[in-house]
């Protein structure tokens, strides 16, 4: 999958950093890399960006906040006021109402009163965001930051000189050509750069070589609810029919607008396989319609629920993940580990939808709660390929911690380390292995990012004081309890 120099294929487009995939990882390494003062092209295979929060109309967004301290920040923030400004476009950053419900009844969490067991350890804040306004409020983004942005465009292959990524060709409309770059960010969510480039990958578990199934979502209108996740359930017999016995309702920025998160019942998925892809998706929307009619009979509050879309893009939660030069591990995530080398944080518990054999079979593991890890720069950097960084849920990480990496906020996180990487190989003059992990990180946080100001924590975050009355219960979204 690698085509020699000599390509005749004509070149559509030049460069100083390239970047593959307009997902939350994507837009948002574009963005940096283009502030960085670097020549950016942004491709994107749909007709529209924001990835899993567009296509795949993933809501609510998670893993912005461990407890109450805002560990992903930066341009991933700017991104959140940027859906501020178009109606309906997003709740913003909210409480869950079971975290406030336990809050009344328990006391404050930071008291460390109610942690041990807490259902919403680590995830006690979402971001509730509105598909179709994430395009909007995306490419927005990407415009002001000067990048130069082409949809429509699928990448096929890349070009390598010795082990460098020097070019991507992409076929589309206009057919095949050649965007050249001398910094490349893989940002496809499948690591399909460095997978054609000869990277060493893994799929799967470990253990078995499970998958986490697929989703796909579908969103709901005149549902009669308030709470902002609502587990719904039907009767067991109905399970096959519906890849499932329940679907979670998350609430959208609009009331009475949901969308549906629930099992698909694909297993064996290769989300690398075209024909793993075609049928699953064929699947999945067949269930959509028996969903449908199981939560009016069933669920009160959706008995004149109605269907407003379906998400085009099922929602994958892994597939490659890169060997880099270093794999992020279980254990890193659940004793929130630091690294001197960390450029973006996680907080999101292991969230499998498969068992884990190592942990008793369990699907959800949670993470510390208020505590948070950091992924090292050496996750990004793809072994035996240079001038490519990998950003997003296919980084180097074990199958079980991919499974907090893989969420939203973090790719962000990812992303926008990755963009400034790359600009920041482009002025320095030197290759992503050589660039000094610590002048990144220096960069990063003089342009929002949070990497670890804890000294600067506010004294309501560390235990026993009284929360700002911004934040407190009588703040909640919609009076919910």
């Known amino acids: ?101 336990r809050r009344d009844q328990h006391g404050e969490c930071v008291t460390r009163r109610d942690e041990a067991g807490c259902p919403v350890a680590s995830v006690a804040q979402v971001l509730p965001v509105d598909g179709e306004a994430v395009k909007l409020a995306t490419l927005r983004l990407v415009e002001a930051a000067g990048v130069d942005w082409h949809l429509h465009t699928h990448v096929v292959e890349v070009e390598k000189h010795g082990n460098a990524v020097r070019g991507v060709v992409v076929g589309g409309k206009s057919g095949p050509g050649i965007y050249r770059a001398r910094f490349v960010v893989d940002a496809t969510g499948d ?179 208020g505590d948070y890890y950091q992924i090292p720069y050496r996750c990004l950097l793809p072994r035996g390929v240079d001038s490519l960084l990998v950003a997003g849920r296919s980084i180097s990480a074990t199958f079980l911690a991919q499974g907090s990496v893989r969420v939203m906020a973090t790719c962000m996180g990812l992303g926008q380390a990755a963009g400034t990487a790359a600009a920041l190989c482009v002025t320095q003059g030197v290759t992503p292995r050589e660039l000094n992990p610590a002048e990144l990180r220096a960069v990063l946080r003089q342009q929002g990012a949070y990497l670890g100001h804890e000294q600067e924590v506010p004294p309501w975050n560390q235990g026993g004081a009284a929360l700002p009355a911004a934040l407190r219960p009588s703040a909640r979204r919609r009076g919910e309890a």
């Open 191 to 369: 690591a399909d750069l460095a997978a054609f480039a000869g990277a060493p990958f893994q799929k799967g578990s470990e253990d078995d070589g499970a998958t986490k199934p697929p989703t796909l979502m579908f969103r709901l209108g005149q549902v009669r609810l308030t709470k902002d996740r609502v587990w719904a359930s039907w009767p067991a017999e109905e399970a096959a029919a519906a890849g499932g016995t329940g679907c979670w309702l998350m609430a959208l920025p609009r009331v009475g607008e949901y969308t549906v998160n629930s099992s698909s019942g694909v297993t064996n998925f290769d989300a690398t396989k075209t024909e793993d892809l075609s049928q699953a998706q064929a699947k999945a929307t067949r269930q959509v319609w028996r969903k449908l009619e199981l939560l009016r009979r069933h669920v009160p509050g959706c008995e004149d629920a109605v269907l407003l879309s379906v998400a085009p893009q099922l929602g994958i939660r892994d597939s490659r993940r890169i060997t880099g030069d270093y794999v992020l591990t279980e254990d890193d995530v659940l004793n929130s580990v630091k690294f001197a080398d960390g450029i973006a944080n996680g907080v999101h518990p292991i969230d499998l939808h498969t068992g884990s054999a190592r942990f008793g079979g369990r699907q959800l593991i949670l993470s510390p709660c």
């Open 1 to 101: 999958m690698t085509r020699d120099s000599s390509s005749p294929l004509p070149i559509v487009g030049e460069c100083e950093v390239l970047v593959c995939g307009g997902g939350p990882a994507g837009f948002v390494a574009a963005v940096a890399a283009a502030r960085n003062g670097v020549r950016t092209t942004l491709l994107e295979r749909y007709g529209f960006l924001g990835g899993m929060a567009s296509a795949g109309m993933v809501n609510p967004v998670y893993g912005y906040h461990a407890r109450h301290l805002q560990i992903v920040t930066g341009i991933a923030q700017e991104w959140v006021e940027r859906l501020a400004e178009i109606p309906g476009g997003t709740a913003g950053h909210t409480y869950r109402h079971d975290c406030v419900a």
